[in-house]
């Protein structure tokens, strides 16, 4: 079985081919993943604009495909072009007319490998929420317009289990299997738009135990580093800034600022960071000497606060729902520091779970996931016509 997964829920232009082979032990062999970044457009403006994004999904669509097929061997160039009526493909795609301008020539040039009644791929599997809701739509317009023009049945996939699940993702290629033992599972989905703790007391069984109530950890890491004058996305930025720095809780004390770590110790699982971001502006308006030994200080200290928060709270959740799994997923988990402490963490309080992070390269948004949340979808039939398929921005899971 072979899945073509589409991701544009916020501004990276993601497209996989994820191969299954067997049936009774299957494994995964990923044949491409592509992710066409737009951060050096959103640079310039120091964040995402949903509709900025929206145009840059239409214009990078198209050859993320050819690039993604390409490289997974599935492209054929046609031998003469059939005459081709593209009058329901212009009304499919009526609201993105700069990817509508794109696909037709791609039609008309290639096509699948296989025939047109069985063409090489099963599946396509799109994320329909959440997200920003005209980045989402662009994905699935593109998804509805191949479906129709190949003939091939959809997979609509929650972005937050797309982020749980590409842990099921092995290096050797096989799939993770999570089994009866392996839960309770608890997962921390942290992103740009993100923070939720979800418990799985099985295998699609799944309970929001806490969420933030403001600002997502990653948008918090965004915002921090916009005041601080420093480039978007912040999280990675920050993270470079505080390497090799001490904060006062982790030991020296070089750094001399103390940020507040909010609803750290709330007997809930829910997050705030928004007074946060508060604390580092209010800080940041009383220096005047701006110098990279203040921003490095302030970076590790912001980084050391968001992540005191996530895993006091994670691990609280862990005990008191005795989970066996904890799974990290989402942009910021990419924070080596994050994963660091958090494996540290778990060995210190000798609390017997398994930990499950994906690689950096699959923390942050990309098309792979889609196509591993998919697979568990398809397994259980759960396939969606082009013309039902629709965006759902705020899609719990
Ligand atoms: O999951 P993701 O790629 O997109 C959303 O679904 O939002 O997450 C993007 C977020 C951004 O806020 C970015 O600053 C953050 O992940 N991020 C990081 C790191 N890499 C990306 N945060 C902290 N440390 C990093 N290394
Ligand atoms: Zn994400």
Redesign the pocket.
């Known amino acids: 079985m072979k899945i073509l997964a589409v991701e544009t829920?916020?501004?990276?232009t993601g497209i996989a081919i994820l191969e299954i082979k067997g049936n009774k032990n299957p494994s995964f062999n990923v044949l491409s993943n592509i992710v066409s970044s737009q951060i050096e457009i959103h640079k310039q403006y120091g964040g995402v604009y949903p509709m900025m994004a929206k145009r840059e999904h239409q214009k990078n669509l198209v050859p993320t495909l050819i690039q993604s097929l390409k490289q997974a061997g599935l492209l054929k160039i046609k031998n003469k072009s059939k005459k081709q009526n593209f009058k329901n493909l212009e009304k499919i795609l009526e609201r993105e007319p700069e990817l509508l301008k794109k696909i037709i020539p791609f039609f008309k040039k290639y096509t699948l490998k296989g025939t047109s009644e069985k063409p090489d791929i099963n599946y396509i599997a799109v994320t329909n929420g959440p997200?920003l809701e005209p980045c989402l739509w662009v994905g699935i317009n593109f998804v509805k317009a191949l479906s129709y023009f190949w003939n091939i049945p959809i997979i609509e996939v929650n972005?937050i289990k797309a982020?749980i699940f590409v842990n099921e993702l092995k290096e050797n290629g096989k799939i993770g299997g999570l089994e009866k033992k392996d839960f309770p599972v608890l997962a921390l989905?942290?992103?740009?738009?993100?923070t939720q703790l979800v418990l799985m007391t099985e295998l699609g069984k799944y309970q929001i135990l806490g969420e933030t109530r403001d600002d997502?950890?990653?948008?918090?890491?965004?915002k921090c580093?916009k005041i601080l004058g420093l480039s978007?996305?912040?999280?990675?930025?920050?993270?470079?800034l505080a390497e090799g720095i001490k904060t006062p809780s982790t030991g020296s004390g070089q750094a001399k600022i103390i940020l507040p770590r909010p609803m750290i110790s709330t007997k809930d699982y829910d997050f705030s960071f928004s007074g946060l971001k508060t604390a580092v502006l209010y800080a940041d308006r009383k220096v005047k000497n701006k110098n990279i030994k203040y921003k490095k200080q302030m970076a590790v200290e912001v980084?050391q606060a968001?992540i005191d928060v996530l895993i006091k709270k994670t691990i609280k959740a862990a005990k008191d729902f005795k989970v066996k799994t904890i799974i990290l997923?989402?942009?910021?988990?990419?924070?080596?520091?994050?994963r660091a402490q958090f494996k540290a963490k778990i060995e210190k309080e000798n609390l017997n779970v398994n930990l499950l992070i994906p690689p950096?390269n699959l923390?942050?948004?990309?098309g792979l996931m889609v196509a591993v949340a998919g697979y568990f979808r398809a397994k259980q039939k759960k396939f969606t016509k082009w013309q039902d398929l629709k965006a759902e921005s705020n899609l719990r899971i």
């Open positions: 829920s916020c501004d990276d997200g972005h982020h989905v942290v992103s740009g738009g993100h997502a950890a990653g948008e918090c890491f965004d580093a978007y996305p912040g999280g990675p930025i920050i993270a470079k980084q968001i997923g989402g942009g910021v988990t990419a924070n080596k520091e994050l950096a923390s942050t948004d990309n």
